[in-house]
């Protein structure tokens, strides 16, 4: 078993910073077996998104173009933690963010179907 807990959403103003952090835990968890981990967000009435995911093994990322130079994924494999650090924030970002996790091997997905364990989600909101 896997389990993804997220922490530090909140409500802030546009332009605002937050830090949102993920910590994975579990009988069957390994950060060397499980390839990359994931954020995701979902809006009211949208469907679920990919915003950014990193390796465990080499730290590689990938983001989406609409919060490239604003977000930032990092990792913390001595604490099994991934991090999104969210600067510049816009009304627009405002969504429940999602952390998964996949055993992708090196590669980078940005599909959530192959991420099958999922956080239960953390709701970001920013004013404007």
């Known amino acids: 078993q896997v389990q993804l807990v997220e922490s530090g959403g909140g409500l802030v103003q546009a332009g605002g910073s937050l830090r949102l952090s993920c910590a994975a835990s579990?009988?069957?968890?390994?950060?060397?077996?499980?390839?990359?981990m994931g954020w995701f967000r979902q809006a009211p009435g949208k469907e679920r998104e990919f915003v950014a995911t990193i390796s465990w093994s080499d730290g590689s990322t990938v983001y989406v173009d609409s919060v490239k130079g604003r977000f930032t994924i990092s990792r913390s494999n001595a604490k099994n933690t991934v991090y999104l650090q969210m600067n510049s924030l816009k009304p627009e970002d405002t969504a429940v963010y999602f952390c998964?996790?996949?055993?992708?091997?090196?590669?980078?997905?940005?599909?959530?179907?192959?991420?099958?364990?999922w956080g239960q989600g953390t709701q970001v909101t920013v004013s404007s």
């Open positions: 579990g009988r069957t968890f390994s950060s060397t077996a499980m390839g990359c």
């Open positions: 998964a996790a996949a055993r992708s091997g090196w590669r980078l997905p940005r599909s959530r179907y192959e991420y099958p364990y």
